[in-house]
């Protein structure tokens, strides 16, 4: 496995599900995770169990102010961001009928203008020292165009596609942008929804025949943001237990 010593990661929405999993691989291999999630009680819980020296900063991935809040406080107490991990998302269960301009707007406000607010902010201190790891969390609902989560396919759609462009924009300062597409994922989120209905099913079209816990989605998102992923970027890996077969 490979070694994060010394490397300062942040995770968004890392207080449960697949980013709580994600946090726990990159610490347990040497990482400072910064736990950051709009739910401060979670994060701090989560960076508990982490321990020292990680730590939580509550923050609204979808606002340009606590983002640069965020931000100035991982810079103060590190000094570097090495990796970000862009996983926070609203992961709705809402019919094509309810889908009005507020929905649509609040999913993807954190979905993908969060996507967007983290990386720009991120990758401007990454590129001050010529390196830098960014894994998006997509999802396989944008290749299966899965039923009841319209804006959030939309959104996902946009982070695999912003996910190509930013490769290109910071390439050339030793930075790679790739994009992990898990499936449907026992996540607390998933497990308190409607999406909870839908393993079984599910099931029957992977072909792998159970369902994912979060630490199955951890270590691909861990080898993107390690040092020998050097020469993958712009890229998108489906962990899905062969759902679609992107
Ligand atoms: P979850 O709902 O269990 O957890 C999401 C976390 O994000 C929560 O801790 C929440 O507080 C935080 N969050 C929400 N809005 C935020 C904001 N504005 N700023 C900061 N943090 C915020 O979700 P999950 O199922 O673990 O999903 C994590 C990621 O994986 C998401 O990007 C999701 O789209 C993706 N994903 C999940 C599944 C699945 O089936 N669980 C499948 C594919 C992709
Ligand atoms: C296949 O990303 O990938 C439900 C809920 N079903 O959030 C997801 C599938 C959900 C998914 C997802």
Known sequence: MSSFAGRTAIVTGAAQGIGAAIAANLADAGATVVVADINADG??????????????????????????????????????????????????????????????RRI???????????SRASSDVMRTRGYGRIVNIASNTFFAGTPNMAPYVAAKGGVIGFTRALATELGPYGITVNAVSPGLTASEGVLSSPHADAFDFVGTLQALKRRAAPDDIAPAVAFLASEEAGWITGSTVNVDGGHVRH
């Not at 993807?108 to 983290?118: E, I, N, P, Q, S």
């Open 43 to 104: 994060a701090a819980a989560v960076a508990g169990k982490l321990g020292e020296p990680s730590f939580a900063v509550t923050a609204d991935v979808g606002d340009p102010e606590s983002v640069a809040g965020l931000h100035a406080e991982v810079t103060d107490r590190t000094g570097r961001i090495d990796i970000l991990v862009n996983n926070a998302a609203i992961v709705p269960f809402i019919a094509w009928d309810d889908v009005d301009f507020e929905s649509w």
């Open 108 to 118: 993807l406000r954190v979905g993908l203008d969060g996507v967007y607010l983290m």
